[in-house]
């Protein structure tokens, strides 16, 4: 695993998988490697009352509501939606669900303008259809496919991204759990024929999208039919977007190998900003008057990672208010000069008194905002 830039969750924890899967007497649908009672509780962590041997730390925090209707659904015939703003974790849910349901959480389709058919279907290996002509062997399966013919789940991320085309081709494979090849003829349509490939029990679909891709392709009525919906709410309570926040962090921090001090109390700086940035866009009356970020808790990390990494790297090894300021613009001021002026009147307004009344980290985190912005503007 070390050799891995990022490992998928499957690989990631698959000391914790096959414990569970050991220990696992509860009945499982289909061919899932767990139960959805343990899926449950690798995604969301243990507790006292499950009465086990080892703790099972949380990997997604949420209400667990979410992660429960989520279970329920991939156990049915209908597939997932997992829908919600950007950077609220439905990407990570769903490679968290697929690694303890199928312990293969890979089999993706990444939605975009380009996606076609092809890429959620089959497509062919060329040089073999010219030597030998088409068949099964020639055939390139798609992640989709893939997962149909070994009863696993699949996932299709970025769903409204993709054209009209590309989604209403998913709804006879949610519909009917079998793809037509027609290229190779025959009129057999039984589980031998080699013209249809049939869905095996296990098989569902994932998908994401995100709710400000809303008007970009919208999905029609017959798709929606077939999703069981998950609305994932952006987190807004502060301990629970902390507990986010630590664990991602430790989990850089071990990933690079830096032994870095994270003080709590710019943890709470950190978490403070974004909670005031987020009240300021609330009441903003106008786009011009909102960061064109989403000020997402996967923001949030992605600010506190270029912190953590620039003083590792170019800093005293320790991590500042200044460096973590720096950061915040430079991550947040993506137009000039509408988000400079929203940093600027959120320090003058906010930061600033808060550093006569309060001090601690606040004036030199007031400091380094003004700098980063000079050096921007």
Do not use: C
């Not at 050799?3 to 696992?24: N, V």
């Not at 789940?153 to 949610?174: K, M, N």
């Not at 025959?186 to 999208?209: C, H, L, M, R, Y």
Request: proline share 4%; glycine share 8%.
């Amino acid at each position: 695993m070390s050799d891995l830039l990022r490992a998928p969750a499957e690989i990631k924890y698959a000391e914790e998988l096959d414990w569970l899967e050991s220990i696992d007497d509860n009945p499982k649908p289909f061919s899932w490697r767990l139960s959805p009672k343990m899926v449950r509780l690798f995604i969301v962590g243990s507790e006292r009352a499950d009465g086990l041997d080892r703790e099972i730390a949380p990997k997604w925090f949420g209400d667990r509501s979410f992660v429960e209707r989520s279970i329920v659904t991939l156990a049915s015939d209908r597939g997932l939606l997992l829908i919600g703003d950007p950077g609220t974790g439905k990407s990570w849910l769903a490679e968290l669900l697929s690694a303890a349901i199928s312990r293969n959480s890979t089999q993706v389709v990444q939605g975009t303008a380009g996606t076609t058919e092809d890429h959620i279907k089959y497509s062919w290996n060329v040089s073999m259809v010219i030597a030998k002509g088409q068949s099964r062997e020639s055939m390139i399966p798609s992640p989709i496919m893939t997962a149909m013919e070994t009863g696993t789940i699949g996932r299709f991320e970025e769903l409204t991204r993709s054209t009209s085309d590309v989604q209403d081709a998913l709804i006879s494979i949610l519909s009917e759990k079998y793809i037509s090849v027609p290229e190779l003829g025959g009129d057999q349509a039984g589980e031998d024929g080699d013209n249809i490939v049939f869905a095996k029990p296990g098989f569902s679909i994932i998908a994401t999208a995100n709710s400000r891709d809303r008007g970009v392709n919208d999905l029609s009525s017959a798709l929606k039919r077939r999703f069981n919906f998950v609305r994932i709410p952006v987190v807004t309570n502060k301990k629970s977007e902390a507990e986010i926040v630590r664990f991602r962090t430790e989990e850089l921090l071990r990933r690079h190998q830096i032994e870095l001090d994270v003080p709590p109390t710019l943890l709470d700086v950190l978490l403070q900003s974004f909670a005031d940035l987020r009240a300021s866009s609330a009441a903003a009356g106008s786009d011009d008057e909102k960061l064109e970020s989403a000020l997402s808790t996967a923001e949030q990390i992605g600010v506190l990672e270029d912190a953590i990494l620039h003083s590792n790297f170019f800093g005293e090894r320790a991590l500042t208010a200044r460096t973590l300021a720096s950061s915040l613009v430079g991550s947040l001021a993506r137009r000039e000069p509408e988000d400079l002026a929203i940093l600027n009147k959120y320090l003058h307004g906010v930061v600033e008194p808060r550093s006569t009344e309060e001090g601690g980290s606040w004036p030199e985190f007031l400091e380094g905002g003004r700098d980063a912005i000079a050096t921007l503007s």
